[in-house]
Nanobody, 119 residues
Framework: VQLQASGGGLVQAGGSLRLSCAASGNIFTINTMGWYRQATGKQRDLVAEITRAGGIKYGDFVKARFTISRDNSGNTAYLQMNNLKPEDTAVYYC??????????????WGKGTLVTVSS
């Protein structure tokens, strides 16, 4: 299973970015997909996650600025980030709880995409 993340980059404060995470490989179904972020010298924190049933959880710092969604296949997740702030600067990692056809389940992580917000 591979998680391919894209959409990071440099943006000015107040701007927007849209991250995508596409899962591929031996996938029967994906339960939870989400995004975590890690700033330099800090722990990795939950940004947002969405279950296959549509349940959503956001990190406290999101404060209605970000929106997570999934496509109909359930294998691609999107994170729309609006009103970005310099403190949102971090490496954003995609995460997915994947079940293979033999019903074995494992968590997977993408390589991370850098988001830099300039003041």
């Amino acid at each position: 299973v591979q998680l391919q993340a894209s959409g990071g980059g440099l943006v000015q404060a107040g701007g927007s970015l849209r991250l995508s995470c596409a899962a591929s490989g031996n996938i029967f179904t994906i339960n939870t997909m989400g995004w975590y972020r890690q700033a330099t010298g800090k722990q990795r924190d939950l940004v947002a996650e969405i279950t296959r049933a549509g349940g959503i959880k956001y990190g406290d710092f999101v404060k209605a600025r970000f929106t997570i969604s999934r496509d109909n296949s359930g294998n691609t997740a999107y994170l729309q980030m609006n009103n970005l702030k310099p403190e949102d600067t971090a490496v954003y990692y995609c995460h997915a709880d994947v079940f293979a056809y033999d019903m074995s389940g494992l968590p997977y992580w993408g390589k991370g995409t850098l988001v830099t917000v300039s003041s």
